[in-house]
Every structure is written in structure tokens, then in C-alpha cells.
């Protein structure tokens, strides 16, 4: 069938509009879904995967999405997706009725049902790529005339495809058998037989445990997050829309078709509706909140903390946000100086509870990294690997490099090394990383590797999921040229708002080569735990005259107001950058 220039206009527009925006809207959440899989230059990868029930897809999938590191690579090769596939269903409709009116419709109502679950991040583009794959195969099929070779060709294609595609044979059997029994429903019983096969096919590939459980071989949900359940019907939508499509398009093929002004006003109004069904999708699908994460993520990667702590200014609920802000304040040195200048919500504002996730598990990592807790980092970058789904995470495996390199075990670094020279975007990182391998003089002389060597602990910690106070305090003796390890510990106390653990904390280290000087959350603090004693001994304690000055006008201020309704909101005005605006009302 001819593709005419009108279409093709229709698609390139489709494909550049597509393209614009997800670059200017997703385009962090491309940055993020790179670091869910990780594509291997190597035969033994390429074979394994291959030998997986739904191998070909996934290996693809894993093909494009390498690429995603890289700008508007993501969004590209996402709005290319999505607009063949509304090229292929548009094909598709064309040869069932060359006369369709609803062809526009269907079209971009497809690619726009694609779009809202590729905005889930815990779905996989495999299933894009097999829902493709299942739009060829019917295109092939419609174009056959006799009903034996219809039937002969379903049946061979069933198992390839349940091979290459996974759970979209499913599919597949079900779209031909509603067009062949609306079609010529005399002789349709005879397309039960593909369906039992790939029924059959299906279950016997989770009796074998090829396929873990079945749902993930009869429906979509082999190409989601499998330690997650989809929350809502939009990855079932493209699915059920297919199955719409063939049975709209045959069963109103006889009526009559629009022309001229008729046809014209039918596609304005068709591209319009979907359109209205693209803006609520984007709104009820897109995730904005997890969006700013992944924007933030992608910021401190690339070392952009200033442009991290101005996002989390004003109101924060999000525990993400928080520690992503405190990480960013611990990087640039100002922890315990600014972090009250920020909406804290509590101790889970500095360190999230690991919860299994790979995104908190990357969270942790980063965050002991920057403490200077080099096994706690590299114990979540491991974890962060497991829980991905693809098992490598090429960010991850670059910790576990550096890691294993300044605790000198090398033979660790040079097997992640290996992996990671089978990588696209990683390969010349882990090349220039063979230098430090097996050189002890070598890993010395890199700043940032030596001075993470004087950290390391002299006593092992059992780690299970969350650093303890101990091991903090140690690292900071250990070297007290760090001073994330005391800041986070001193912190921490005061997010507790646990006024005993924090005394303790000062009489040990203040003064020490660990805690020389207080910083000024730190001060603050002082004078809510000796404010009866009068500015003579907080000065002795170490505070400032400024903080002393401030809390006199801050104490002043309280006692002026105390009676009015709402004192929080006054007193947060003038005062709510304090550790004594949080002590006293958060």
C-alpha cells in the first residue's frame, strides 16, 4: 500500500512534536532508565540473553537504551519507537480498509497509550519493541488471502515469536483469531488452534520455570519492574487497544466512507480527541515528583550541587529531595552551616531507610561515599546492582571499581573493570582505570583515593543496612581531615531533636582535632542546652557573638509574641532558618 505525502507529513510532525517534547519535559528520566540495564559487548552475554524467552526484545532494548547517557538520545530514539509504531497500526488499518476514517484516531491514540507507559520508569521498552514486532507479523498476515496459509503462517509465527517477544504471542493469537471471527466467523474456529498453542506455550515455559510466574507469560507484566506489580490499567491499555482497532476496523468496513470536507473535518476532529486524550494521559501518567528526583540524580552525577540545593528551596516533603539537598550541602562543605536554611522533616531527611529499592540503594551509596564510609558505599552499590533489573548498573559498577581499588582489593576491581571495558559509554573510563590495578603507589597518588585510604576504618563494623553513629564517629578519628563523618553524626543528633546524645557528643570531640571549631547548627544547639547559663558560658562553649546576638533578638521576639495565633508562622519569618525554629516547632 502506497504511504501518501499527507501521511507522511502527518508522522514526521508527530515524530518531531514527540521528539521536542519529551527532550524539554523527560528528558532526566532518559538518564535515569540508562542506569536500569547495562548492554555488553560480548558473545556470552549476547547468547545468554538470547536463550531467554522474550531474548531478542529484551536485546534490543538493552541496545537502544545504552544510549540514553548521552543528550537527546533518549528522546529520539523513544519518539522513532512510538511513531513507527503508529506508522505500523496506521499500515495495519489501511490494508484491513483502505476507506478507514477512523485511521488517525487509532494511530495516534496508540502511540499516545505507548507514550503514558513509557513514562513509568519501571517499565521496560522491551515491551515496545515486542508489541512492534507483533504489529509486523499482523501486517504480513492481513496481506495473506488463503485460509490455510493464514492458519500455517499463525502457527509457525507463535513460537518465534514467544521466543523473540515473550508474552506477546499472546497477543498476537488472540488479535488474529477476533479478525478472523469477525471477519469469517464460519471458519474462525479453526484459529483456536494458535491460541491454544500459545496458551500452551505459556504455561509450560513457567512449569519449566523459563518464565517465573504467569503473568509475566500471559501478560504485559514481563515487561515491568518484576518485584513490582503495575499500579493501573496503562500498561494492559496498548494491549486492549489493539484488540479495539481490528475489531472497529472490520466491523465498519461495509458503511460508507467520507470524502472531500467530511474526511478532512473527520481527521481534524480524530487528531484532536486524541490529543485531548494525550494532554489527561501526560497529566495522570507523567510523575512529575519522581521526574525532580531523577532530575536531581542526574545533577549530582554531573556535580551540579548548586543547582541541587536551590530546587529544594521552600517547602520539602519528599525524604528523596531532602537527603539529595543535605548530600549536596555535605559535597560543597556547608552541611551543618546551612541545613537549617532548609525544610528538614527529621532524621530520614539525612539518610532514607534502605527499602530494597535500586533508587535508594544508589541514594545510600552516594551518601556514604561522600561521608567517606567506603564499605557502606560499596555494600549499597552491590545492593543497587542486585535490585536493578538488568542486575549491572554501569554508575554502580563504577563505585564498586573505585571502591575495591582503595581497600587494594584488585583482582575485584579488574573483574568489574572487565565488564564495564564491554560497555559503550564506560569503556574508556574503566580502560584509564587499569593503571590503578595491582599499584598501590599509583592508587596513593590520586587525591581523592588516598585521602578515602585514611578513612577506612580500623575496626570492622558488622553493615546491615544503615551506618550506625559509631561507625560515623570512628571514621571522622580515623581522619580528621573528613569532616562529613562528625557533621553527619552531630546532625543527625540534632534532627533527632536529642538534646542528652548531642551534649554527649560535644564534651567528647569539641575542641579535638575532630570538631575544632562548632559550625553554626552546632552553636545554635549549644545555647538550647545551656540557655540558662547565660551568654558568658555559651561564648566559652564556643559560640559566636552573632549567634549569641540572634538568639537574644530571636528570644525576645517569642516573649513579644507568644499570645498571637499562628506564633509559628511569625516566628518563622524571622527565624525559620534556626536550629531553634526546628527544636521548637517542627
Avoid at 454 to 463: R, T
Amino acid at each position: 500500500m502506497q504511504f501518501r505525502g499527507t501521511n507522511t507529513v502527518f508522522y514526521v510532525a508527530l515524530w518531531l512534536a514527540l521528539s521536542v517534547f519529551l527532550q524539554s519535559v523527560f528528558r532526566f528520566h532518559f538518564y535515569h532508565i540508562e542506569q536500569y540495564r547495562l548492554f555488553l559487548y560480548d558473545g556470552a552475554y549476547v547468547f545468554s540473553t538470547l536463550g531467554e524467552i522474550g531474548g531478542f526484545c529484551l536485546l534490543v532494548y538493552e541496545f537502544l537504551v545504552q544510549f540514553f547517557i548521552y543528550p537527546y538520545a533518549g528522546a529520539l530514539i523513544t519518539s522513532t519507537l512510538l511513531t513507527v509504531a503508529g506508522i505500523l497500526v496506521h499500515l495495519l488499518i489501511k490494508r484491513m480498509d483502505r476507506d478507514s476514517t477512523l485511521v488517525y484516531f487509532f494511530s495516534f491514540l496508540t502511540v499516545c497509550g505507548l507514550l503514558f507507559i513509557h513514562l513509568d520508569f519501571n517499565y521496560f521498552m522491551q515491551g515496545t519493541v515486542a508489541y512492534m514486532l507483533v504489529l509486523l507479523l499482523l501486517a504480513v498476515y492481513v496481506n495473506l488471502n488463503v485460509a490455510w496459509l493464514k492458519l500455517t503462517y499463525t502457527v509457525a509465527a507463535i513460537p518465534v515469536l514467544f521466543w523473540a517477544g515473550g508474552s506477546v504471542a499472546i497477543l498476537f493469537a488472540l488479535s488474529v483469531f477476533v479478525r478472523e471471527l469477525l471477519s469469517k466467523p464460519s471458519r474462525s474456529w479453526l484459529f483456536l488452534i494458535p491460541c491454544a498453542e500459545a496458551f500452551l506455550l505459556a504455561f509450560l515455559s513457567v512449569r519449566y520455570a523459563y518464565v517465573g510466574e504467569y503473568r509475566f507469560a500471559f501478560l504485559p507484566d514481563m515487561f515491568y519492574h518484576h518485584s513490582l506489580t503495575p499500579g493501573d490499567f496503562a500498561i494492559y491499555a496498548p494491549w486492549a487497544l489493539l484488540l479495539l482497532i481490528i475489531t472497529a476496523t472490520t466491523l465498519l468496513r461495509p458503511r460508507k466512507s467520507w470524502s472531500g470536507g467530511k474526511r478532512t473535518a473527520g481527521v481534524v476532529a480524530q487528531v484532536a480527541l486524541a490529543g485531548l486524550t494525550a494532554v489527561f494521559g501526560i497529566k495522570t501518567y507523567g510523575d512529575m515528583r519522581s521526574l525532580r528526583y531523577k532530575e536531581m540524580e542526574y545533577r549530582y552525577r554531573t556535580k551540579q550541587f548548586d543547582e541541587i540545593i536551590e530546587m529544594n528551596r521552600g517547602s520539602v516533603s519528599n525524604y528523596l529531595y531532602l537527603c539529595m539537598l543535605n548530600l549536596s550541602l555535605a559535597e560543597k562543605g556547608e552541611l551543618a552551616d546551612s541545613l537549617f536554611r532548609f525544610d528538614q522533616k527529621g532524621p530520614q531527611s539525612l539518610m532514607i531507610p534502605m527499602n530494597n529499592s535500586q533508587t535508594v540503594a544508589m541514594l545510600l551509596s552516594d551518601i556514604y561515599y561522600a561521608i567517606g564510609h567506603t564499605g557502606a558505599s560499596q555494600n549499597m552499590a552491590f545492593e543497587a546492582n542486585t535490585s536493578s533489573p538488568g542486575h549491572r548498573t554501569g554508575r554502580m559498577l563504577q563505585r564498586l571499581v573505585e571502591t575495591n581499588l582503595i581497600y587494594g582489593d584488585y583482582a575485584v576491581a579488574e573483574k568489574y573493570i572487565g565488564l564495564l571495558e564491554k560497555t559503550f559509554a564506560y569503556d574508556g573510563w574503566a580502560g584509564e582505570m587499569r593503571r590503578y590495578l595491582y599499584n598501590d603507589g599509583e592508587v596513593n597518588r590520586n587525591p581523592e583515593y588516598a585521602r578515602r585510604r585514611k578513612s577506612l576504618p580500623a575496626d570492622n563494623f558488622l553493615f546491615a543496612t544503615q551506618v550506625s553513629d559509631m561507625e560515623l564517629m570512628s571514621l571522622s578519628i580515623q581522619n580528621p581531615e573528613n569532616r562529613n563523618p562528625m557533621e553527619y553524626t552531630g546532625v543527625m543528633y540534632l534532627l533527632m531533636k536529642n538534646p542528652e546524645l548531642f551534649g554527649q557528643f560535644l564534651d567528647r570531640y569539641y575542641g579535638t582535632d575532630v570538631l575544632p571549631v562548632l559550625p553554626l547548627s552546632f552553636q545554635e544547639a549549644v545555647i538550647i542546652l545551656n540557655e540558662s547559663k547565660g551568654a558568658e558560658v555559651w561564648a566559652e562553649k564556643g559560640v559566636s557573638a552573632p549567634v549569641i546576638a540572634r538568639f537574644l533578638q530571636y528570644k525576645a521576639f517569642i516573649l513579644a509574641n507568644k499570645n498571637k495565633p499562628r506564633l509559628s508562622d511569625f516566628v518563622k519569618s524571622s527565624f525559620g532558618d534556626t536550629y531553634w525554629y526546628y527544636y521548637m516547632f517542627k
